[in-house]
């Protein structure tokens, strides 16, 4: 069965997403029942949900919701990684208020669509490294330009378990295979940094593509980061501007089809299970 580490949902009456004011083809409610019942259908068992870059004033907000839809029988939702502002003073208190929840499991902070790059300030860097032996993790969504900068962060927090969202964010649509491949195998070479197979879709001709056309990038990820250190993602609904929650769950069984039994279990289910002690 499947974990699925990055879902979504949009509730614009309960919450703000400034930045689909940018982004028209997602600028709509995206809800979790409508996740759900596709979800099941493909074999997704649990789900941890990917903070969706709200208002800053929505981030607790953001929280309380979600773990008021994991409450709702029968629900699939097991935690969250929150959203967060490092670049602030105010991450030490957020943190302190969350390290111990047990529902919130890490936190991410885009850094791939907003102006400069936060992360290579003194605050952001020390406030990230608070997160070391918390168990918390932080996931890292940049595109391969920015990946030099992702790896100073990564190595100024080596006891912090990052995650690499969505396959490092390649241009699959031109091909551009450099310097995303270099830098992927660089990234991968630090231990303390997941891989997650995810949100490749809208990357490609979306009009297009098969599952051939995913197969370097895929294929490429996981052979850096190895078996042991990949985890799968819905990416839901941001994986609908490329297809549908079925047909990418379809194209990545089909493209892991000849790997053991063991490393399909890892990537889909085992090694979330593991990091994130979903039991």
């Not at 400069?116 to 406030?127: I, L, M, Q, V």
């Not at 699959?172 to 940094?193: L, S, Y």
Request: charged share 25%; aromatic share 10%.
């Amino acid at each position: 069965m499947i974990i699925d580490t990055h879902l979504h949902v949009v509730d614009q009456a309960a919450l703000r997403y400034p930045w689909l004011a940018g982004a028209p083809a997602l600028n709509r409610d995206f809800s979790y029942d409508d996740y759900a019942l596709e979800a099941r259908r493909c074999g997704i068992t649990d789900v941890l949900f990917m903070e969706v870059d709200v208002h800053p004033d929505d981030i607790e907000t953001e929280i309380s919701y979600v773990k008021g839809k994991a409450a709702e029988p029968g629900n699939l939702i097991r935690g969250m990684f929150a959203a967060c502002r490092p670049e602030e003073d105010g991450f030490a208190a957020l943190l302190e208020r969350y390290r111990s929840d047990g529902f919130v499991k890490g936190f991410r902070r885009i850094l791939h669509t907003i102006p400069g790059d936060p992360s290579a300030t003194t605050t952001f860097r020390e406030n990230v490294k608070r997160l070391s032996g918390t168990g918390l993790t932080f996931d890292l969504c940049v595109f391969p330009h920015q990946h030099e900068r992702a790896i100073e962060l990564i190595d100024y927090a080596p006891d912090v378990q990052f995650v690499l969202d969505h396959c490092g964010l390649p241009d699959i649509k031109a091909g551009n295979q450099h310097p995303w491949k270099d830098t992927m195998a660089a990234i991968a070479r630090r231990p303390n940094v997941i891989g997650k197979v995810s949100g490749i879709l809208p990357y490609t001709d979306v009009d297009s593509w098969t599952a051939e056309t995913l197969r370097p990038w895929i294929e490429h990820t996981i052979g850096v980061f190895g078996w042991d250190r990949v985890v799968w993602a819905s990416d839901w609904p941001v994986c609908t501007l490329g297809g549908s929650l079925s047909t990418w769950v379809a194209a990545t069984q089909a493209l892991v089809a000849g790997a053991s039994a063991a490393e399909k279990t890892a990537l889909f289910s085992g090694n979330a299970r593991r990091i994130w002690k979903l039991g």
